[in-house]
């Protein structure tokens, strides 16, 4: 309900006169046409909340569709098209933001927090760990201190 | 005057609510039984004032009594019963009153159920219970009130938005409400149990039953949301990745790692400290979801500056409620004593890397869904970040969960034996290797996506049948034991098993809709036939008629598939006169292997209609995936009883009203 009410505002708002991707606008080369339609999955519908331009009716997202066919058409690549939307429009146009400093943690924030978070867990779980029984186990030796005891214990071998 | 009598009650409900929170607190603090008793009754009197206050604002809509402003904004006498009720909740002051009355209806069960808790932990429950109902309500008395009048009173209403008149939507309200709001008790808890400085398997045997009714009912709200938007809003999508839904998501994640460190607290008496910080955040961040969506922050940072003060209010709700539970956290907590020791491979360890993908899964969408709002704050830039982003980094931080979810199951408390484990599931890999072959030899090899997916979906079922088969030592006792043991395996058994099959099933159903759905737009006229893949649909007519607050343009398709009639279809689109705005009522053939969808348009001038095609293929298994976690979570619930033991028999006296513990 809480996503119908803004959504429905919007809708209110730009009270659209039909559909999405219109026949009218659509491509005869069906190639083309798809590539239109991936890309348009990425470009936002800039005075939509949070709609693309292939989802939204709002007439600024059908003059955007347009553009970007047209764009298509003469032959640019689909990263020359993001780059003169974002030219005329700023990031805001882009559904994937794209990464530079400013976005730098919404990127990769998520996966440093991932990386704290195992590391945490790998502390935490090697400090929890049981010898089976319910009192607590000394920490196994690592294979240092194993070979520092062998060591020791060789030396004692040899000596007695 | 019944508004009135509302109005009045609410004001009630505030000044209970002040006694809710501060005598049960004073009393547990000097141990006095009697003032400790006091929240019972108060929990009660509070459910049953803001009960009133809300049947008052229910009876305004149900009469169309338009001199009340409230609901003069959102309904209309020609509105049907249906939706004059869910019109109560359609707006934003109504669901402020719904959102009390749910947090009231959890403060009162604590207080009619919970005769085994301790005393002073239920009376420290029911009074933080009561602290955020106290906020709540402050917020609704100050900002917004639902009784306000109107003088003269308008001759009718503007009705409510056609797009919530929709009988998905009418109930996907509750049930959202009721999930998310539920958390507030594994708060409560949380909190009580800091003040109290003790932890303990009991308490996490009542945080549990309550945390995955709330997780119950939250997995059937966005459901049923999500069902809403995939019919309703005409162009076939499910989730949007929009703010308001993940507003509503990352309670559901993080309350998904709650349910499950709570089972480690219970059976294992560890990760208590965690469990507690979990379900500060789980609720934190329900708050953090009304408050996106009641602030208007979301439509524009600008609307929200211009009228900031219900914004504001709850903000500084939000920055109270989470600001002071983690100082208590931090203060108390290290006075938590540690409890039981477990190697990291183990079923504990399992669990705990289960929570920490869930965390990390819970902050990617915390920081996409804010950071927009945080750099048009900082810096003024304006970036958005929409479902691609999500699609990108979200599903990736999944994947790890689903290969662990396989593996969990199969390792025992305490200290697990990795390879053995692993060496159980051979049956599930292989499983696992075909259906991926399999779906990269129909495709062609060409997008990996659906390998991929559906690869996952067969290793998470693969696990499940596997953990079954070995509770139940399929094969090795005679087959009528493992049938035997089948039957009696305990509710929350069959609630894990449900629940995690269920994610196999969704995951089918999302990896089928997102990469081979294929999509027919053209103009028809009466009498043109059209083709999508099997499909052949051939517009019979249009016609123009009258629903009860609406007119309609209502299509019929005659559609053959392969050549044999296979069904009639009646998309619609509809305009609501009273709200000026068109909505589009999709038609939806569904079966086991996907959905036929089909959208009409306006007329266009040429003459003939836009009429949209959509082949979905699996689009139930979306829904049938979710409905077995919501019915894994009720099977979970159902065991409850068994879990508790023995004391909990005396409870099946029916509940008597609370007041009489008071004299206890």
Known sequence: MIRSIILALVLVVLSMPAFAVEPGEMLKDPALEARARELSKEVRCLVCQNQSIDDSNAGLAKDLRVILRERLVAGDSDSEIKTFLVERYGDFVLLKPPVKAETLFLWYGPFAIGVLGAIGVAVFLLRRRDGGGDEAVPMPLSDDERKRIDALMSEQDRKA | MIAEIGHYALVLAFFVAIAQVVVPLYGAARRDTALMGFAAPAASAQFLCIAIAFGALMHAYITSDFSVANVAQNSHSLKPLLYKISGVWGNHEGSMVFWVLILALFGFAVAAFGRQLPDSLKARVISIQGLIGLAFLAFILLTSNPFERLDPAPLDGRDLNPLLQDPGLAFHPPMLYIGYVGFSLAFSFAMAALIEGRVDPAWARWVRPWTLAAWTFLTAGITLGSWWAYYELGWGGWWFWDPVENASFMPWLAGTALLHSAIVVEKRDALKAWTILLAIITFSLSLMGTFLVRSGILTSVHAFAVDPERGLFILGILIVAVGGSLTLFAVRAPALKAGGLFAPVSREGGLVLNNLILSVATVTVFIGTLYPLFLDAMTGDKVSVGAPFFNATFVPVMIPLLVLLAIGPLLPWKRGNLRAAVEKLWVSALFTVVVAGGILVLEKGAPLAPVLGFGFAAWVAGGVVTELTERI?????????????????????????????????????????????????????????????????????????????????????????????????????????????????????????????????????????????????????????AMMMVLGGLFSLSDRRLRIGAPKRSRRRPAAPAVTEAGD
């Open chain 2, 473 to 625: 030592r399929l094969f090795r006792i005679p087959l009528g034991d493992s049938l035997r043991r089948l039957f009696n395996l305990p509710g929350a058994a069959y609630g894990m098993s449900l629940a995690h099959l269920g994610m196999a099933v969704f995951i089918c159903g999302a990896t089928g809709e997102m990469n081979w759905t294929r999509e027919l737009v053209a103009t028809a006229r009466a009498g043109d036939t059209l083709t999508l893949g099997q499909y052949e649909l051939v517009l019979e007519k249009v016609e123009r008629s009258q629903g009860p607050n609406y007119f309609r343009d209502m299509a019929t398709l005659n559609v053959s598939k392969d050549g044999v009639p296979y069904a009639t279809l009646h998309p619609e689109r509809r305009l609501y006169p009273v709200q000026q705005m068109p909505t589009t009522e999709a038609a939806i053939r569904s079966g086991i292997s996907g959905d036929l969808y089909v959208a009409i348009g306006e007329g266009s001038d040429l003459g003939g209609y836009i009429v949209r095609v959509w082949v979905k293929p699996l689009v139930p298994w979306i829904w049938a995936g």
